[in-house]
């Protein structure tokens, strides 16, 4: 019989954009950010032995990819082999994440991805079947987010539920994630649009490193801590067109910053536009109060109320999307399996 321990993480959405950071070697972003945890999530099996290839799936060990196809190697095993050596684990673990909804359809990954890799990775490391287990061990919550957020920055909002503040502190030691309401204070709704499933041609890290060419991005610093704090409040009062208005302004934002960026990166298409153009028709046709914010790829997110997820649903007939509403936050426990086989 082969323990296997299974963690889940899910992915979140940023309200207010982590785009840039003070120091990629310490992963410090230059700016804090917001979101809200998505009940969308990754998958990572861990054992000590080794476990069978799935398709779709992706599996390392600590020191040797065993299966994969995409940047996501890349990224878990380098920082698995980062986790083994600082925190000293010399034992070798093999794992195995899947995504809930396939990472080939261009919905970033990379928060829930990495998150759920660390999360199981520790737990196989140190045997702990349960989150308190695992804080009994040291590994509180907030240890893991860190451990985390050096696979992958957005990680480490998805490891409380609800909404999520990632603040960059006044040094890259200092930087902290707080939970700003729970999963049950707002009921509010995410559907992403799939304009385009083509993977992006310049990945998030890649986008992080040219932030800092646009001009857009130091006058962008200096206007994120207000526009933090009105976030802040659209949220505890579940103001929905506050926050709408925020939203697109924010995303907006990024995006300028992304095509202003030398060379620039361009993550909306053609599809992106004709999307938010169809969008701002039915808003007045309809008064609905449904608002967008987009990702670093071209694909929409609409945020709402859920008392309004027939009506979005309906007029959505002839997109491929995906409706999530608010996680909880992650998930670890054990599972059991015949000669490594499950
Ligand atoms: C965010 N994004 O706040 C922003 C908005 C994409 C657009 O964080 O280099 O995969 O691993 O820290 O976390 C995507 O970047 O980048 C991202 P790294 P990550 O969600």
Redesign the pocket.
Known sequence: MTLIYKARVPT?I?FL???GKSDATQ?WPAND?L?MTLDLYSETLASREPLPAQAGAYAFSSDQALTASEAFLHKGLRHLQWLAAQLDFSERIYLHTRNEFPASCGI?S??RGLGSLTLAALACWTQSSSLSQLASCGFTRERIAQLARA?????CRSFWGGFVHWQRGETAQTQSVLPLASQDHWDLRDTIVIVSTQEKLIS??QG?RLAPTSVQFVPRLARLPARLAEFQTAILQKNIRQLGQLLEEEALE?HAVMASSQPPCVYMSEATQTFLQFLQEIRVQKALPIYFTL??GPNVHLIYEARHQEAVASLLKTYQTIDVGISSGPSLGTETAQDGHH
């Not at 696979?151 to 990680?155: C, I, Y």
């Open positions: 979140n940023a954009k982590y785009w992963q950010s979101s970033a990379s928060a696979g992958s920055g957005s990680a998030s890290s992080h990024m990702d670093a």
